[in-house]
């Protein structure tokens, strides 16, 4: 394995652009092998996985317990795609042997031949193999076809050989309706809504007709921004928003009341600007008579950031624990896993003596708690900068979690002191001042008090940009 890296990383850019071209074709051929050959090793390792732990005494219904989320720990995948990723191997080597040699040809990628197995998850073995037969991807049936023509052409053909169970299926979606929320760049997010086609045709037709009368009546807001107004304000029932549901938004007192750059982290989101998150808080104005934001305070050890623990005799995580998991930990902690956190975990088991402290917790989600107490699974707290938990696969490897820095912190090393950040900027009641003058004579500190920097609050002064 080591080689064939080495080699990889010895390929350098050919003189021509054919050259190239070829070298990206070949390339993707190689990723698409690569897949195909993961997908092999992926149904082998289910094997003998189930052959140990039937050899162990596991009841033949939990056999296979834990085999996915090893399969993407190991691709670096969250352990919830586990699933998804050994179905999608077990399907290609079993029953769709075309679409198998498709993606090891390289005239399938990973992703198309993910399509082809979904779109024909809801047929028996018999029909699924019919359909695979029928469609032969590896004689270049869907060579050029998009996702969409992939789609379009296998769930014609899953429809050919068993329309009850296609139409079953699109019956029972139904009950799959959902609402997801995703973050977006730029301090936005995104809010899905999984829905029935008449429910999502209705809704956006409501929403539109909104935008298009408050237009006709003079507004000036884009129309899809009347639309996501709309929206937020018929669910939540007050403009702008709710107010009474707990957000948290994580952030310094320095970048709170002092101005400082120093980002923020908003819970379910991630990190976000110092200024967006001083202007949520502080811009939130009584609207109803009554303060809509409390602040609570966190305490975290200097130059490492890591919060001060919080310690209970208790058998299941008090409020104020659990609330504390949810600031420290932000998602699940399982390695490469970003879902909500459901579950507050005892790192070392109660049944273990595990003490209920936040050393010995962590949040996970549903899926990461269950497949953590199957057996062979063990973690453990390790030391570390920040909370680290060392997490150990029954085949013996080890993967480490350490939950994300709250804020950024000062060095050890640098002197304590009340006021954190100074910054200089030109006097703004300074007139045409001579860019050839020193800028120390014509600057002015904005610390907000007296500081080490030899300027003053508001006058003109040098300022070295010290901290203290």
């Excluded at 080699?7 to 021509?16: D, G, I, M």
């Excluded at 996915?68 to 190991?74: K, P, R, Y």
């Excluded at 990628?109 to 082809?116: G, M, P």
């Excluded at 329309?163 to 029972?172: M, Y």
Aim: charged share 20%.
């Amino acid at each position: 394995m080591g080689d064939v890296v080495q080699t990889l990383a010895s390929v350098r850019p050919a003189s021509t652009g054919a050259g190239m071209i070829d070298q990206l074709r070949m390339l993707e051929d190689l990723k698409s092998l690569a897949a195909a050959k993961q997908a092999e090793i992926a149904v082998a390792f289910d094997a003998q996985q189930r052959r140990e732990q039937a050899a162990a005494g596991m009841p033949a219904e939990e056999l296979g317990a834990g085999v996915a989320a090893q399969v993407a720990l190991a691709r670096r995948e969250p352990p919830a795609r586990g699933s998804r990723l050994l179905g999608l191997s077990k399907a290609l080597g079993t029953e769709m042997p075309h679409t198998l040699t498709a993606l090891q040809t390289g005239q399938l990628n990973e992703w198309r031949a993910t399509l082809v197995v979904k779109e024909t998850a809801c047929l028996s073995a018999e029909d699924r193999c019919a359909v695979d037969e029928e469609i032969a991807a590896d004689t270049g049936s869907l060579a050029g076809c998009g996702d969409r023509a992939v789609i379009a052409a296998v769930r014609a053909a899953a429809y050919r050989r068993d329309p009850h169970s296609v139409t079953n299926r699109a019956a029972h979606a139904a009950n799959e309706r959902t609402v997801i929320l995703r973050p977006a760049p730029d301090t936005m997010t995104r809010l899905t809504a999984l829905l029935p086609v008449a429910q999502g045709v209705a809704a956006y037709a409501a929403l539109t007709r909104h935008a298009d009368a408050r237009r006709s009546s003079g507004d000036d807001r884009g129309k899809g921004a009347i639309m996501a107004d709309h929206l937020v304000e018929s669910v939540t029932g007050t403009p702008g928003g709710a107010s009474s549901i707990e957000v948290r938004l994580v952030m310094t007192d320095r970048t709170l009341l002092q101005g400082d750059s120093e980002p923020a982290r908003l819970a379910g989101y991630g990190i976000v600007p110092a200024a967006w998150a001083r202007k949520t808080v502080l811009d939130q104005g009584p609207e109803t008579g009554e303060f809509t934001t409390w602040l609570r305070r966190l305490y975290t050890a200097p130059g490492t950031g890591e919060l001060l623990a919080m310690d209970s005799k208790a058998r299941l995580f008090p409020a104020g624990l659990r609330r504390f998991l949810q600031i420290r930990d932000d998602t699940c902690r399982t390695p490469y896993c970003d879902a909500p956190i459901r579950h507050h975990d005892h790192i070392t088991p109660w049944h273990q003596d595990g003490p209920t402290t936040s050393t010995n917790a962590q949040g996970l989600c549903e899926a990461c708690n269950h497949t953590k107490e199957t057996a062979g699974w063990t973690a453990r707290p390790i030391p570390g900068p920040r909370h680290t938990v060392q997490l150990q696969t029954p085949t013996g490897h080890t993967y480490h979690s350490t939950a994300p820095p709250t804020t950024r912190h000062r060095a050890r090393d640098q002197p304590m002191g009340r006021y954190v950040s100074c910054r200089c900027e030109p006097h703004p009641t300074t007139p045409n001042r001579d860019p050839h003058e020193p800028t120390s004579q014509r600057y002015s500190c904005f610390c907000k008090g007296p500081g080490t920097c030899g300027g003053s609050p508001g006058k003109r002064g040098p300022c070295a940009g010290q901290r203290r």
